[in-house]
Structures are given as structure tokens and as C-alpha cells.
């Protein structure tokens, strides 16, 4: 049974004597301040519970700080193991049990688990306690919105349609074990010609002859598709010999079939018949398939999703909204600007955003919640008394709007928010509230060491 707390083997818990040292000392002082934290993590990780008898595992309080450490220093499961084996600090950190360290498997199931709502929670108790020692107040704010890439290879159709053949040829390799010895799945293997016309594809020049090589690629998908259908009538059939690994059989087939199908039917109205296909009805990946395909600006295409994020005067993450989609940034103020008021109690003295922001309407409802003074970076027409008191002012909030910009910088180099690595849409959501939570924590231990 998992416990929630580490038994202490040892009162010679200790730091290095370095600046990394004093800041995880600092994270751990905050965190044995609010062991309820504990509660809401266990919520979580009990699902994945242990065995009654052997080994207990790890603590509630263990999983969460080895979380937090591993984005704190933006650790590989592999580079996390072999820290917490070797380092004093990360082992002190950790709160282990004496002489012994998890598996990364132990390590990933666990950390995977604590959901992103938990870690919002987390995040909200930290800014209650950075507001209680008078590190941030809520009275100034700023917006402005970056992109978080999805683990996946840059998007075209022949790389999803070789994609999506190779995964049905590992379904009927499957497919074919299960029924060993009932029936026999029949099937063509095209997945070495596949991967040629792919690659064909991606060094041919004129469309012509790539909508020859196109042709194939889609034929090939379309049969090798046919032949995962033949074989999930016959797994169907093969169900009472070995139920539960054809139903899961069957449900992996499920879930590919539609992203599938749907690859083949942008692919025919892109190549063949020369269609813009909506980036809404597009899909990028049959794996991460929450990915969205976002331009801000004109800078280059990326995949992943949107973040509206909103800091204060301490350089703290207020709040972070992940986007469904590319919305507009001006559609994006008044809600992060509604979340700020409820999370706080009352509006911003001061709030200030990126041009993109900017709208007439967006000013006038900031007045209208109380915002004294609201800066956009670019005025795209309005005028500058009636965004703040004096020209002053609107200088000073521009100055502070532009921290933002370091503060999103930080996180993509040290933080990882540049691009996620873990899979799936939860986990993406997870990923991205404990690189805030690491953040938050290691800043808010600085702030009040200061």
C-alpha cells in the first residue's frame, strides 16, 4: 500500500553548499509548509496503487518532489534515476527511502499520473503563499501568448500516410500472433514500399511526378487499410479464445481507423484535385492527433498548441491557458483577464499585453472591470489617454509588458516549454503545468531568500 509521507531514515538531511543546492532547499522548505498538497497528489497517484505485500514503493511526497525536480532541471527518466542515485541534494530532495532508487518505469508511471488540474492546484497554493509574504500582489499584469511544440516530426502527407501504413502492418503482425492456431489473417506486407515512395516523394520535384508516386502511396494505404479490416472480422470471431487482447486489439484499430482515413481523404483533396484544405480540418499526426497547427505572425508554422500565459510584477506565472486551436490573441484578453480577477478577487490596477491584443472593445471592457490603466503594445489606433493616465505611464507598462518576453524565453530554455516530450493530450496539459509549478517554485524559494 502506498504511503503519503517518507518515513525519515536520517536527520543528516543535507544541501550542497551551491546556488542549485540553496534553491532546492528552499523548494523543500515550501513544500514541507504545505504537506495538504500531498492529498491532492495522492488523489492522483493512488490509482496506480501497489501491491499489499512486497515493496511499498514510492511515497506520495516522493513522487511529487522527484516530479518537480525532474522539471526543474529538465531531466530524462534515465538522467533523473541516475541523479537521485548519485547526488546528495537530489536524493535529500527526493526524500527516498535509504538505500534505495526507482526504476524510471517506477519513476514515469507515478509522474505521469498527477493530473494537470492537480498541478493548477499546486500553482494556485504557491501564488496564495507568495501573496501572503508580499512577493506578488496581482495589482499589475501582463499577457501574451507563445506556441508549445507536440513530440512529433514535421507534418506532410506522404510521411503520414507511411506513418499510418507501418502502424497497420504492426496491427496484422498482432493480429497474426493472436489467432495462431484458429485462423490465418492474410496479407500483403507493403510497408518496405511505402517508406520508398515517401522518401521518393520528399526528393521529387514537379507535381506531376509526384502525383504519380502519390497515387501509390494512397493505393498501398488504402489496401493495406482493407486488409486491418479482413483481420478485425476474424479477431471478432477469435474473441472467446483470447477476449481481452483482440478487444484491445480491436480498440488500437478503432482508434487509427477515422485518423486514417481521414490522412487519405486530405491527401485526395490536396494533391489530386488541388484543394486549401482548412487548417481545422487537418490533421497532423495519427499519434498526437490533439496537435494544432498554429502561425503567429508570419513566422514560420509550428505544432503543438497555444498558450496565453499572464505574469506579474515578481516574474511569477500567474495562469497559463492552453488553447484549443489558433483563436486570435484579441479574443484571448478578456478571458485571461476574467481568470485573473476570480483567482484574486479583484481586478489589476495596471494590466498591460502585446500588440495582438489590442481591440477598442478589449480596452473599453478592461475599464469597464475596474483597470485603471491597459497598455498594448502596438496602439493599432487608440489613442494613448485612453489607454493610461499620461503618455508616462503607457511608456512605463510597455517597459513592463516587454519581462514578459524573458520570463517565456526561461521557459522554453529551462523549463522545457519550448516543446512538450511527453504524449497525449493530458500528459501534454500535465507537461506544461508542472514546467510552471518548477518554475514558480524555484523562483518564489529566490524571492524570499532576497
Known amino acids: 500500500m502506498r504511503e503519503k509521507r517518507t518515513v525519515q531514515t536520517s536527520i543528516f538531511e543535507q544541501y550542497a553548499e551551491h546556488e542549485i543546492g540553496r534553491e532546492l532547499k528552499a523548494m523543500s522548505d515550501w513544500l514541507d509548509q504545505n504537506t495538504d498538497l500531498l492529498d491532492w497528489v495522492a488523489a492522483d497517484v ?8 512486497g515493496r511499498k514503493g514510492l511515497t506520495v511526497e516522493s513522487v511529487l518532489r522527484c516530479a518537480i525536480l525532474k522539471q526543474y532541471r529538465q531531466l530524462s527518466y534515465d538522467d533523473l534515476v541516475f541523479c537521485l542515485m548519485d547526488s546528495t541534494s537530489c536524493q535529500t530532495f527526493g526524500r527516498l527511502t535509504l538505500a534505495w532508487s526507482p526504476k524510471k518505469s517506477t519513476l514515469q508511471s507515478c509522474i505521469s499520473a498527477i493530473s494537470d488540474v492537480t498541478w493548477e492546484q499546486i500553482n494556485q ?67 518496405r514500399v511505402a517508406k520508398k515512395r515517401a522518401r521518393a516523394i520528399c526528393y ?16 498501398v494505404t488504402r489496401k493495406t487499410l482493407n486488409y486491418a479490416e479482413e483481420a478485425n472480422l476474424k479477431l471478432l470471431a477469435a474473441m472467446p479464445f483470447a477476449p481481452l487482447a483482440c478487444a484491445l486489439w480491436r480498440v488500437q484499430f478503432n482508434h487509427y481507423k477515422p485518423l486514417i482515413l481521414k490522412v487519405i481523404d486530405q491527401t485526395d483533396r490536396r ?21 494544432d497547427i498554429v502561425v503567429k505572425g508570419s513566422r514560420d508554422v509550428q505544432y503543438g498548441h497555444k498558450l496565453n500565459l499572464s505574469t506579474g510584477r515578481s516574474g511569477l506565472i500567474l495562469d497559463v491557458v492552453i488553447e484549443d486551436g489558433n483563436p486570435a490573441d484579441s479574443d484571448c484578453f478578456l478571458p485571461m483577464l476574467d481568470r485573473h480577477i476570480d483567482q484574486y478577487g479583484k481586478a489589476p490596477r495596471q ?33 494613448v489617454e ?16 516587454a519581462g514578459i518576453e524573458a520570463g517565456i524565453s526561461l521557459m522554453k530554455r529551462a523549463y522545457g516549454l519550448g516543446r512538450c516530450t511527453w504524449k497525449g493530450l493530458q500528459h501534454f496539459r500535465a507537461y506544461v503545468w508542472s514546467s510552471v509549478v518548477a518554475h514558480n517554485l524555484a523562483l518564489f524559494g529566490r524571492l524570499i531568500s532576497t
Open 46 to 53: 493512488k490509482q496506480r496503487n501497489v501491491e499489499e505485500t
Open 351 to 383: 494590466t498591460a499585453a502585446d500588440g495582438g491584443y489590442a481591440s477598442i472593445a478589449n480596452l473599453n471592457e478592461a475599464k469597464a472591470r475596474a483597470v485603471e490603466d491597459v497598455a498594448f503594445h502596438k496602439k493599432c489606433g487608440l489613442k
Open 125 to 191: 497554493r504557491l501564488l496564495h503563499s507568495a501573496q501572503q509574504a508580499k512577493k506578488e500582489r496581482g495589482d499589475m499584469l501582463r499577457i501574451d501568448s507563445t506556441v508549445t511544440d507536440s513530440p512529433i516530426h514535421a507534418p506532410s502527407d506522404s510521411t503520414l500516410l507511411w506513418d499510418s501504413v507501418r502502424v497497420l502492418i504492426r496491427l496484422l503482425e498482432r493480429a497474426e500472433t493472436l489467432v495462431e492456431g484458429y485462423t490465418q489473417i492474410e496479407y500483403c506486407n507493403h510497408r
Open 204 to 219: 521529387t520535384r514537379g507535381q506531376d511526378k509526384k502525383k504519380v508516386l502519390y497515387r501509390d502511396l494512397v493505393e
Open 386 to 401: 485612453d489607454m493610461a493616465k499620461s503618455p508616462w505611464v503607457y511608456r512605463k507598462l510597455r517597459n513592463f509588458r
Open 271 to 291: 494533391v489530386f484535385q488541388g484543394e486549401q484544405v482548412p487548417a481545422t480540418q487537418k490533421i497532423v499526426s495519427i499519434f498526437e492527433e490533439h496537435t
